[in-house]
């Protein structure tokens, strides 16, 4: 049954550093999205993508944060400097009939 | 903007009985879906079940059923015969029918422990 996938499952990253986020959607899914769960707390929107650009974004996504699809497989997030409080789980979610989830990435910021 | 609240943040059941979590949501929104996820240790988000807005049938799946009351704006899940595996946190989630805008909406989630 295909899966979203992502890598990398943990990251490690200094304050002030940036870190790309990959995730590879369902293959024949057209929309795509990045969530974000802090520790303990509900999942959050973060960003939705459709036909090679940002649909929808939250409150969230604030300059720091970017999308990218640069290839046909692949689906990115950046954060370009990071924050202490970026450290959360990351989901990446593709749609069909439903949004599927990846396993998503543990981004621990230092 | 579209709430879901989960009033129930932690339950729990014995093995092979049944339990309810419930979930309502406000939307002003005709046509949408909701869905219940489970979260287990692991994280990994598992989709459980879905329901589109416009069937008067509840969804059921194996164990897993819901009880969708639209006009109350209620969405709850019934798990039949708990198993220990069922052990997670349990999302209820809404997303609007709308070709482009689908980014879903949670609620706070309700931890589930299954006692042997």
């Known amino acids: 049954e295909p899966e979203v996938t992502q890598t990398p499952s943990h990251q490690v990253t200094q304050m002030g550093q940036e870190v790309i986020l990959r995730c590879v959607p369902i293959?024949?899914?057209?929309?795509f999205y990045w969530y974000r769960q802090i520790l303990g707390q509900k999942v959050e929107f973060l960003v939705s993508?459709?036909?090679?650009?940002?649909?929808?974004k939250s409150e969230i996504f604030d300059d720091q944060f970017s999308v990218e699809r640069p290839d046909g497989s692949n689906f990115t997030l950046k954060i370009r400097s990071t924050k202490l409080e970026d450290s959360a789980m990351y989901f990446c979610?593709?749609?069909?009939?439903?949004?599927?989830f990846g396993p998503g990435t543990r981004l621990t910021v230092l | 903007a579209q709430t879901v609240t989960q009033s129930q943040p932690e339950m729990s059941v014995q093995e092979a009985e049944t339990v309810t979590l419930s979930c309502t949501y406000d939307t002003s929104e005709s046509n949408y879906y909701l869905f219940w996820y489970k979260q287990p240790p692991s994280r990994q988000m598992i989709l459980v079940i879905r329901q589109e807005a416009y069937k008067q049938q509840n969804a059921t799946e194996n164990r897993f059923s819901v009880n969708f009351q639209k006009a109350a704006k209620s969405f709850s899940l019934k798990i039949s015969d708990s198993q220990l595996g069922d052990t997670a946190m349990y999302f209820c989630?809404?997303?609007?029918?709308?070709?482009?805008?689908?980014?879903?909406?949670f609620g706070a989630g309700t931890r589930l422990t299954v006692k042997p």
């Open positions: 979610a593709s749609r069909g009939r439903s949004q599927y």
């Open positions: 993508f459709y036909n090679n650009e940002i649909s929808e």
């Open positions: 989630a809404f997303m609007k029918h709308d070709s482009n805008n689908n980014d879903m909406r």
């Open positions: 293959s024949n899914h057209l929309y």
